[in-house]
T-cell receptor
Framework: DTGVSQDPRHKITKRGQNVTFRCDPI?????LYWYRQTLGQGPEFLTY????????KSRLLSDRFSAERPKGSFSTLEIQRTEQGDSAMYLC?????????????FGQGTRLTVV | QKEVEQNSGPLSVPEGAIASLNCTYS??????FFWYRQYSGKSPELIMS????GDKEDGRFTAQLNKASQYVSLLIRDSQPSDSATYLC??????????FGTGTSLTVIP
């Protein structure tokens, strides 16, 4: 499978617990994005990486959220001390950004439910 | 002001009709424009990309871009029930992050 892969697909956690999601981008893609999407809304930007460097992080992103892409391949998104408001679909996307006009491709997402 | 705005709908069209979806964006330096389709509970999938003013056609889909008016649209000809989904407009600024609209819900009635 050469698409973007996310794991797990679903996660149910209790409020206050930490969760970590993984994203494996398309292998030659150097840009990796994380988005959050709630019902009836479009994807909301969280952060993105070029290779291993985190280039931008949303100002709306709480300090409880952290993301890494240690070797410029897969990425992890960790949410500490989860809150019910964190319940959402977390989407990862990747693209090859040597040229400006390239598309981003999404993984299947991780649906988080905080109870 | 949101970077990308779309009418949330719902938009309903009969099978075989043309569905017209519209999107406006606020940043004049935006360079790349994309339409994604998202079925309920699924992730967005790319339908069309457009970078230059004018029309771009791909099968039943036509994307239209007018940078002077900061407007991009998607036409779906011969709409099918399987086209029923939410359509997301995305704008890419300077090759960096993508801004998404809230999406337009389309229902094609058999």
């Amino acid at each position: 499978d050469t698409g973007v892969s996310q794991d797990p697909r679903h996660k149910i956690t209790k409020r206050g617990q930490n969760v970590t999601f993984r994203c494996d981008p398309i292998s030659e893609h150097n840009r990796l994005y994380w988005y959050r999407q709630t019902l009836g809304q479009g994807p909301e930007f969280l952060t993105y990486f070029q290779n291993e460097a985190q280039l931008e992080k949303s100002r709306l992103l709480s300090d409880r959220f952290s993301a890494e892409r240690p070797k410029g391949s897969f990425s992890t998104l960790e949410i500490q001390r989860t809150e019910q408001g964190d319940s959402a679909m977390y989407l990862c996307a990747s693209r090859y950004a040597a040229f400006r006009n390239t598309e981003a491709f999404f993984g299947q997402g991780t649906r988080l439910t905080v109870v | 002001q949101k970077e990308v705005e779309q009418n949330s709908g719902p938009l309903s069209v009969p099978e075989g009709a043309i569905a017209s979806l519209n999107c406006t964006y606020s940043d004049r330096v935006s360079q790349s424009f994309f339409w994604y389709r998202q079925y309920s509970g699924k992730s967005p999938e790319l339908i069309m990309s457009i970078y230059s003013n004018g029309d771009k056609e791909d099968g039943r889909f036509t994307a239209q871009l007018n940078k002077a008016s900061q407007y991009v649209s998607l036409l779906i000809r011969d709409s099918q029930p399987s086209d029923s989904a939410t359509y997301l407009c995305a704008v890419n600024l300077e090759g960096n992050q993508f801004y998404f609209g809230t999406g337009t819900s389309l229902t094609v009635i058999p």
